[in-house]
């Protein structure tokens, strides 16, 4: 059996408002409000399910949500490590115009035994499947009684034992610690903000942001997947650049965007092979489709994607113009 294994160490609830109009300190009724279990991994794993990819997301939830998790849409695709007590729940609030307001309850740390698990149920999932990729996704906690993140070395390690590539999407400390040790990640995928802080200073043309990647490349990460919003995203690797962007039918939910985009990377990367049978770009392939698949998931009021994208088309340039500004943090 093949498939792609994600690692969810923090997992969550996404509980999602719509509202007529958001004003601070004033007081607002939901038009509407759902509840799901998420987590980035969880909804790269939900993503690639829908693109027809078979999938299973090691997740770490609270004793009290398994029974709810169990009942979800994405129950078939979970294997959850039990912690005691609740899953920490993530807010977001979206106004008429679409605009979101996301709040991410803080991450409580995990144990040593309940990382132990953890790492032991991401190890059976590779044993069981011929696993192309394990996709570390969200924010790490630390490790309980530390005081520090907790060490990916030793996930890191069983992938390689089974010979899967490793992608990862963090930030704040937990890129940052990556960042110092990156050997072995094959795949980061920041965004503009993110790798803005990575290196240590402002990125506003494509060209900049280009250079920042290739700065993250030389130290040891095979290819980095930069997005940028709603000027599309941009992959680099030691020698090229592939910029792409869709557009999405309309704005519903700005969450999981990034999520399905790195499923919708993914996804083209398998079928790598079959593009370079052809004569297709294999890098300008995957590209394309994580714009696409970004663009989609813009138009689901849910974190989770149903289906793939039908027709979002994106436009990709692998010579791009390195002088094209970016749109400011904030605006559209």
Do not use: Q
């Amino acid at each position: 059996m093949s498939g792609f294994v994600t690692l969810t160490a923090a997992g969550a609830i996404d509980a999602t408002y719509r509202v007529g109009a958001l004003r601070r300190g004033a007081f607002a009724r939901a038009e509407s409000y759902t509840r799901e279990v998420s987590g980035k991994g969880v909804n790269v794993s939900a993503a690639l399910a829908a693109g027809g990819a078979r999938t299973v997301a090691v997740v770490v939830l609270g004793a009290d949500d398994v029974r709810f998790a169990r009942c979800g849409l994405t129950a078939p695709l979970l294997r959850i490590v039990e912690v005691p007590g609740s899953t920490r729940v993530n807010t977001s609030i979206i106004d008429a115009d679409g605009a979101t307001t996301k709040v991410n309850a803080p991450t409580p740390p995990l144990s040593s035994d309940a990382w132990d698990a953890t790492v032991s149920a991401v190890r059976d999932e590779l044993s069981a499947r011929t696993a192309p990729w394990l996709v570390i996704s969200g924010s790490l906690p630390d490790l309980a009684g530390t005081g520090s993140l907790i060490d990916l070395a030793a996930v890191r390690a069983v992938a390689r034992e089974h010979g899967a590539r490793v992608a990862v999407d963090t930030s704040g400390a937990a890129l940052d610690a990556l960042l110092a040790e990156p050997d072995g990640i094959d795949l980061l995928t920041p965004n503009a903000e993110e790798l803005s802080a990575a290196v240590g200073r402002p990125l506003a043309t494509l060209g900049e942001v280009v250079d920042a990647a290739r700065e993250i490349v030389a130290r040891g990460v095979g290819t980095v997947l930069a997005s940028l919003g709603a000027d599309g995203l941009v992959a680099v690797t030691a020698d090229r650049a592939v910029f792409a962007r869709a557009a999405a039918p309309y704005v519903a939910n700005t969450a999981g965007a990034g999520d399905a985009a790195l499923a919708g990377f993914l996804l083209g990367l398998t079928r790598e092979a079959a593009a370079t049978a052809a004569g297709a770009d294999p890098l300008a392939v995957a590209a394309a489709s994580a714009a696409e698949w970004g663009a989609h998931a813009v138009a689901h009021a849910s974190t989770l994607v149903a289906g793939p994208p039908h027709g979002i088309r994106a436009l990709v340039d692998t010579a791009p113009d390195l002088e094209r500004v970016l749109t400011p943090e904030g605006e559209t």
